[in-house]
């Protein structure tokens, strides 16, 4: 139904290695979104992909969403420990102000 | 804007005792929201309202009930505290048309930790 599957659940990392989150959907999504939580923080929106095949960057992230809009991934090149978080994809399903989230990555990075 | 407000931060409350989360906006957002965030399970839709005067249910609603009086607020009433409310809450607001296209970006407050005895 209206889940959005992410993988993997945990990601432990050493510095400067990349890193990459899948977030994946039985049925076609009409947009997805990224948020990102700090340890004992609070979401924040990072970016919202609605076209397919639609490639986004935003400095050392890249955030793509798949041609058949069931998949999105975010990729985070040569991490640093800034980058330590919980990374959640998020959908909207028959109205556009209702999220479902999915339950996450965490990602954490050994300096 | 202080954007969205969350009180209290931190409460510890005993079974059975009633409580309120309260959540304020300064930015006229007119949807709101309610999520409770367990370890592992990401966030889930307690209920969420549309203007005010209007709320509906989300994903969990039950032993919760919100009312929204003004475009301001909107409250989290807990009647019956339970263990497994034990979580951190967060109010989220955002607003139609803060794109060409796609669904609202939710603003989110600091959250509340919530720990029931």
């Known amino acids: 139904g209206q889940q959005v599957m992410q993988i993997p659940q945990y990601q432990h990392v050493q510095e400067g290695e990349d890193f990459t989150t899948y977030c994946n959907s039985s049925t076609t999504l009409s947009n997805i979104q990224w948020y990102k939580q700090r340890p004992g923080g609070h979401p924040v929106f990072l970016i919202q992909?609605?076209?397919?095949?639609e490639v986004k960057k935003q400095k050392r992230l890249t955030f793509q969403f798949g041609e058949a809009k069931k998949n999105s991934s975010l990729h985070i090149t040569a991490t640093q420990t800034t980058d330590v978080g919980t990374y959640f994809c998020?959908?909207?399903?028959?109205?556009?102000?209702?999220?479902?989230f999915g339950k996450g990555t965490l990602l954490t990075v050994n300096p | 804007n202080a954007g969205v407000t969350q009180t209290p931060k931190f409460r510890i409350l005993k079974i059975g005792q009633s409580m309120t989360l309260q959540c304020t906006q300064d930015m006229n957002h007119n949807y709101m929201y309610w999520y409770r965030q367990d370890p592992g399970m990401g966030l889930k839709l307690i209920y969420y309202s549309v203007g005010a005067g209007i709320t509906d249910k989300g994903e969990v609603p039950n032993g919760y009930n919100v009312s929204r009086s003004t475009t301001e607020d909107f409250p989290l009433r807990l009647e019956l505290a339970a263990p497994s409310q034990t979580s951190v809450y967060f109010c989220?607001?955002?607003?139609?048309?803060?794109?060409?296209?796609?669904?609202?970006?939710?603003?989110f407050g600091a959250g509340s930790r919530l720990t029931v005895l």
């Open positions: 989220a607001s955002s607003y139609d048309g803060q794109g060409r296209s796609g669904a609202n970006v939710l603003t």
């Open positions: 992909l609605v076209k397919s095949g």
């Open positions: 998020a959908r909207s399903g028959g109205s556009n102000y209702k999220l479902t």
